[in-house]
């Protein structure tokens, strides 16, 4: 067995080594590229890509696959040697089943698609997207129907949060959106909080100094990270040893680089805390997109913007941006930063709406696949969603149904979930986390994270791939998961922020 296991190895590090060269040439392309790199650069990543492919569909993997399957009984379940054959069988499948011919109409109507998005939605022109949206539609039930499955968006859904099912996700997020649709007509129905001030002009050298600032303090590794300026921003990563993050700011908008940095610093700790054996395996990768987000989530939100978070900060910041806020108090400031409006963009969504934007679009990814919903009845879906959910209708499409990227990317199904489960999942290992060391929250108090951030370390950072995300969750709360930790975390800082 070792001789083919090692065999694997070696094929798994050249794909991994091949996906890190493309890693850098994106960042390099979102970063300091030249314009006039653009086109060279596009058709190097298409030809990385192919190269990529015929590696992960390589016959040999296949082959050493199957040598090593009667070994898979007599090694322990739990052992990295019986999960890493696991992982890359699963990888190895969808890279294969997928038929090379259905692979090409995706990307060539993925990119048709994207390039049509970037002027529709300033132009409002759903229409143009109407026959694209509906192959986009097509193909991705064509991708779904390769594989087996119980709801044809299962295996969409399994593609970046393996493990759970449509009808897992379905019945979480119902039970989720019947405690807050009622919860923000509460908290909206009372006098909104003022964060007039985080618009006033703060100079983005000391904000970028202020994010670095807090992020070393979190324990983000800059001798094996780095952060650098981007439209978007992202973590990428390039080995265990150099995971990088991009941020933006606006001089006009405190909290909107701040928090950035806060939530990519989340999914970069969470990849430099891998265990470096892992290096160059399928393990070393976050387990799914949900736990993923859980740890950009719970850096961002329930560190970040939590109260003794910022009566450790506030006086420091209020110290250094003196003229912009020698005249808001710590009270204010901490209103400000978590004020809850109902609005229409689901990325500029505050911590207790955010989620309504992410289950309607779920629901309808559903009813789509599921045949229920025509691509061109979607607008309408859409904004009755909006005003049953939040009570509002788009003056556009612009700011509706054209807002995301996501279905214009190429594939409908399996996009949007992960966001929501990492809500949830944040909180339900914060609250593990705490339960097992009660004093986190006053070390939050004192700009200490270690305690913290070893605990993340040891029950989930470690593990990368290695356990799937209902494992982690398993093996960390003891139990499935379920909203209740979440909605505890919800109604006790907004029951104290507004009168519940
Ligand atoms: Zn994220």
């Known amino acids: 067995m070792n001789e083919k296991y090692q065999q694997l190895i070696e094929k798994l590090r050249v794909i991994s080594d091949l996906g890190a060269i493309g890693a850098v040439l994106g960042w390099d392309q979102a970063t300091y590229m030249p314009q006039g790199g653009a086109a060279a650069r596009g058709r190097q990543m298409a030809v990385l890509g192919q190269i990529s492919h015929e590696r992960a569909t390589d016959p040999e993997i296949g082959q050493l ?22 992982v890359a069988q699963r990888n190895y499948d969808r890279s294969t089943k997928v038929p090379t011919e259905l692979v090409g109409k995706l990307l060539a109507n993925g990119a048709a698609a994207y390039s049509a998005w970037t002027t529709a939605r300033p132009e409002n022109d759903f229409e143009k997207m109407l026959p694209l949206l509906e192959t986009t539609l097509e193909l991705s039930r064509e991708v779904a129907n390769c594989f087996p499955h119980d709801h044809i968006a299962d295996p969409l859904i399994d593609q970046s949060d393996y493990g759970m099912s449509a009808e897992s996700t379905r019945k979480l997020f119902a039970e989720l959106r019947a405690e807050l649709v009622p919860l923000v007509q509460e908290v909206t129905g009372q006098e909104s909080a003022d964060d007039s001030f985080l618009k006033r002009s703060f100079p983005i050298d000391q904000q970028k100094e202020l994010g670095e600032k807090i992020i070393r303090q979190y324990g983000y590794d800059f001798t094996r990270g780095r952060q650098d300026l981007t439209h978007h921003p992202f973590m990428t990563k390039f080995s265990l040893g150099d995971v990088r993050i991009t941020t933006r700011f606006d001089e006009n908008e405190f909290g909107d680089g701040l928090f950035s940095t806060l939530h990519e610093a989340g999914h970069a700790m969470y990849e430099q805390g891998i265990n470096m054996a892992y290096e160059g395996t399928p393990l070393a990768n976050g387990t799914s997109a949900g736990v993923h987000e859980s740890q950009s989530r719970l850096w961002e939100n329930l560190v970040g913007r939590s109260r003794p978070f910022w009566e450790h900060y506030y006086p420091y910041v209020q110290e250094q941006f003196a003229e912009q806020l020698s005249d808001v108090s710590l009270d204010s ?3 400000g930063i978590n004020k809850v409006s109902r609005s229409l ?33 979607l607008p309408d879906a859409w904004h009755a969603r909006y005003e049953s959910d939040l009570g509002l209708r788009a003056p556009s499409d612009s700011n509706g149904v054209l807002q995301d990227v996501h279905w214009y990317s190429g594939i409908i199904g399996g996009v949007f979930q992960g966001y929501t489960l990492g809500n949830i999942m944040s909180a339900a290992f914060f609250e593990q986390a705490t339960k097992a060391h009660p004093a986190i929250n006053s070390e939050i108090g004192q700009g200490k994270f270690d305690t913290l951030h070893g605990w993340l370390r040891e029950n989930i950072y470690q593990y990368g791939a290695k356990y799937t995300a209902p494992e982690i969750v398993q093996r960390v709360t003891g139990s499935e998961l379920s909203i209740e930790p979440y909605m505890r975390y919800l109604r006790g800082k907004f029951g104290e922020l507004y009168t519940l």
């Open 65 to 86: 696959l199957d040598d090593l399957q009667p070994y898979l009984s007599e090694l322990p379940d739990e052992s990295d040697e019986a999960r890493l054959i696991k």
């Open 333 to 335: 400031f901490y209103r």
């Open 345 to 377: 963009i689901r990325v500029d969504a505050d911590e207790l709406t955010y989620n309504l934007h992410v289950m309607l679009r779920f629901d309808l990814e559903l009813e789509m696949l599921e045949g229920k919903l025509a691509v061109r009845d």
